[in-house]
């Protein structure tokens, strides 16, 4: 990880650690974020990512290890305006419109965007005027998400910013995304989806069980966790047993094999290479599906050998 | 910085929760057209009993109206809005004037309202009377509007309401806002003078002849906003973890 002069300007987390009871919710952090990255913190749930969003906003106290944006503390930097976000969990106020809440939120900004713009930037135009409490979730997220936006802040802080917003939602949220990007906020996300850390994040940062596990481009990480799955069907053949998993393990690429009477499922580092094989081996196979495997498996395979205490969820 | 559109936008979302409102007016105003115009012409402590009875709703409808506000705060932060407007570069010192200045319009609408319907049961007061009172309250409430800060800070949106309506009527009882005094003299006295709401009651009682406000009013209503003020400053800074 580089930690550049640049990044030593941005955001600065350094053996950062929190634990709630028992649970180590984060353990012992490092990271170093240039201005102007879009950074997914990507991870199942109980990895420390809202813990650690939290203690970058200065809503959480370490227990060790501090925290720097733009060179200064969390609380100075949220009070100097720098800070903006969407946090996991926040209803809206009741008994405003849309529209007089937005403005609420850039009347306490030194610098907030126009309210029209970041109304229409966030796709809320359309009903300004309606009250807070009469929107629906996902109607509810872009408000929030305007709330964001106005304060035109020089790091956006988003957790889980698309939880509850449709697929047309989402496409013009990170629309909106990459536009502030490209004027050079810095932009911070967490998220559970390896499809929208890949699609909008400069760099994945992989969190599992409050530690960093992985950290790198996009596409490096990408790959890192993308195993894939092979769902056929493959008749039992002879009197091998229906148990019998040994040929299949052995083909090239699978790093584990499972039969269930019929039903076949091979894990795959490299699943090309095993169905050319899987086909000419087993020519009786049928109902083939490739699947990308999912990310909890892929945390799994990229955490088995850090034992060190249970894996307890955080919330 | 004033941040006036703050100010003005918590002020509006308040006084449009008219549910909200209408209970913690209605009940002083209600109590006070019923038992006042059945009473209008019955001498109480040497006074009508309109007046006096008016100066006691006005007791509790006051304290009722600024401690109620712990209702709203703790509503707020179970939604996470509180939170939400701590990453923004708002200050707790705007936040929290915000809040006293809703308190303080909703204990003013409810001692206009009294103020109506007493005129409206023959009541009859100076200008100044009338001033002495609402100076008076102001000042008495301050405690009052702090405690209701704090428990919303400390409480959760359950127990809020529950809390407001026991602590208002505890202290209006021992400060003897239902015209029965627990104790006039000896050590139970001593403590029930050391309440705000006795003294919100005296502050009630200027407007009735022949009573003033002496310098242990305001020192009593001092100690407590010295008291309570850091407290809820203190439970403010702490109150950032999820709800």
């Not at chain 2, 006096?52 to 709203?72: D, E």
Request: hydrophobic letters at 50%; one cysteine or more.
């Amino acid at each position: 990880m580089a930690t550049t002069n640049a990044a030593r300007a941005g955001i600065v987390l350094s053996r950062l650690s929190k634990s709630y009871g028992n649970v180590h919710a984060v353990r012992s952090v490092d990271l170093a974020i240039a201005p102007g990255e879009t950074v997914a913190i990507l991870g199942p749930n109980g990895a420390g990512k809202t813990t650690t969003i939290e203690m970058v906003l200065g809503l959480t106290r370490p227990d060790s290890g501090t925290v720097t944006l733009f060179g200064k503390s969390p609380a100075q930097a949220v009070a100097a305006g720098a800070v903006g976000g969407m946090l996991q969990t926040g209803a809206l106020v009741e008994y405003l419109s849309v529209r007089e809440l937005v403005t609420m939120v850039a009347s306490v900004y030194p610098r907030p965007l126009p309210v029209e713009q970041a109304m229409r930037l966030a796709g809320v135009t359309e009903f300004a005027e309606r009250r807070t409490n009469k929107l629906s979730g996902g109607q509810t997220q872009r408000v929030r998400f305007a709330i964001a936006l106005v304060s035109n802040p020089d790091l956006f802080m988003l957790d889980e910013p698309t939880a509850a917003v449709d697929v047309e939602g989402r496409r013009e949220f990170w629309a909106s995304i990459r536009a502030v990007a490209a004027e050079g906020k810095t932009v911070i996300f967490a998220t559970h989806y390896l499809e929208e850390a890949d699609a909008y994040a400069d760099r994945i940062v992989l969190m599992a069980r409050g530690r960093i596990v992985a950290d790198g481009p996009a596409t490096e990480i990408k790959a890192k966790v993308s195993g894939r799955i092979i769902r056929a069907t493959i008749p039992v053949a002879g009197p091998a047993g229906p148990a019998d998993t040994a040929p299949l393990a052995a083909l090239p690429g699978v790093t584990n094999a499972e039969r269930h009477g019929e039903a076949v499922i091979l894990t795959c580092a490299d699943s090309d290479l095993t169905l050319r094989a899987l086909l000419s081996r087993f020519p009786a196979a049928r109902d083939i599906e490739v699947a990308g495997a999912g990310i909890e498996e892929a945390f799994m395979a990229l955490t088995a050998d850090d034992n060190d205490d249970e894996l307890e969820k955080v919330r | 910085m004033t941040y006036p559109v703050y100010l003005r936008y918590e002020v509006l979302r308040n006084f449009r929760n008219w549910r909200f409102l209408f209970l913690t007016l209605a009940l002083p105003l209600v109590l006070y057209l019923l038992i006042g115009s059945v009473n209008r012409h019955v001498q109480f402590e040497h006074v009508a009993f309109p007046v006096y009875f008016m100066t006691a709703m006005a007791t509790l409808g006051t304290m009722a109206a600024v401690i109620s506000g712990c209702a709203i705060i703790a509503t707020e932060r179970a939604t996470g809005w509180t939170r939400q407007m701590r990453i923004t570069p708002l200050p707790a010192r705007t936040y929290f004037r915000a809040k006293v200045v809703v308190g303080y319009l909703r204990a003013l609408l409810t001692l206009v309202l009294l103020a109506l319907a007493g005129t409206a049961l023959g009541v009859r007061l100076p200008a100044q009377g009338w001033l002495t009172v609402l100076g008076l309250f102001l000042v008495g409430l301050i405690p009052f509007v702090v405690l209701g800060i704090l428990l919303g800070h400390l409480i959760g949106a359950d127990a809020a309401a529950l809390a407001t309506g026991g602590i208002v009527t505890l202290f209006a009882l021992l400060g003897g806002v239902y015209g029965v005094q627990v104790a006039t003299s000896g050590p139970v006295f001593q403590i029930i003078k050391a309440l705000p709401s006795y003294w919100l009651v005296q502050a009630g009682k200027t407007a009735l002849g022949g009573h003033d406000w002496p310098a242990e009013g305001w020192i009593v209503i001092a100690a407590w906003t010295v008291v309570l003020v850091p407290l809820a400053v203190r439970v403010y800074r702490r109150d950032t973890s999820r709800v």
